[in-house]
């Protein structure tokens, strides 16, 4: 069965570092999600895309983050200068347009800032 | 958007035992998804549920919908140590966001 797939893992970085967090989305999808979870906490809305821009985006999806879709596969978000708090499992979605369909989540990345 | 509230919070049983949850949700859905997270991983679709369904098998799973009050459940039948983690609800078909609950924790004790 096609899956969600996220690259890395986990992902260690310095604060201020940027970091990119890949996604590849099962193929036929057209919606790409981001979400993320603080430890203990809720799973967090980010923001969500299709053709090629951003359809709607919290209030946590400040200037520091951004997302795109470089190519026909790839779907990353990309956190420019990272911070302490940011460290989380960032969790990567796709659906298609159907109306029936249901968002797929791939296993996470967990971003541990020092 | 869409949100699913799921109670209990926390459930705590003995291997064997069968397990419900509850789920409620505000606005009118196209489906109804139940996921599972393991702690520390990601989110594991489970079953899902069409709006017009009223219950659906699937293994040890059997799910509910009563649209007319916006609310579903979850049983888990011969429940098993694996089964421990928590449990969502909610639709996730629509082009919104969708926005979790705080999930019912699930611990099935050996």
């Known amino acids: 069965e096609p899956e969600v797939t996220q690259t890395p893992s986990h992902q260690v970085t310095q604060m201020g570092q940027e970091v990119i967090l890949r996604c590849v989305p099962i193929s036929n999808h057209l919606y790409f999600y981001w979400y993320r979870q603080i430890l203990g906490q809720k799973v967090e809305f980010l923001v969500s895309f299709y053709n090629n821009e951003i359809s709607e985006k919290s209030e946590i999806f400040d200037d520091q983050f951004s997302v795109e879709r470089p190519d026909g596969s790839n779907f990353t978000l990309k956190i420019r200068s990272t911070k302490l708090e940011d460290s989380a499992m960032y969790f990567c979605a796709s659906k298609t347009s159907g109306r029936f369909d249901t968002q797929y989540f791939g296993p996470g990345t967990r971003l541990t800032v020092l | 958007s869409q949100q699913g509230e799921e109670d209990p919070q926390a459930l705590s049983i003995q291997e064997g035992e069968n397990a419900t949850m509850n789920c409620s949700y505000k606005t009118s859905i196209n489906n109804l998804q139940w996921y599972r997270q393991n702690s520390g991983r990601g989110l594991v679709h489970l079953i899902l549920?069409?709006?017009?369904?009223r219950e659906k098998h699937s293994g040890r799973l059997r799910v509910t919908l009563d649209t007319s009050k916006k609310s579903s459940s979850l049983l888990i039948t011969a429940s098993r140590a694996a089964d421990t983690a928590s449990y969502f609800c909610?639709?996730?078909?629509?082009?919104?966001?969708?926005?979790f609950g705080t999930g019912t924790r699930l611990k099935v004790l050996a």
């Open positions: 549920i069409r709006s017009n369904e």
């Open positions: 909610g639709d996730t078909s629509g082009t919104y966001k969708y926005i």
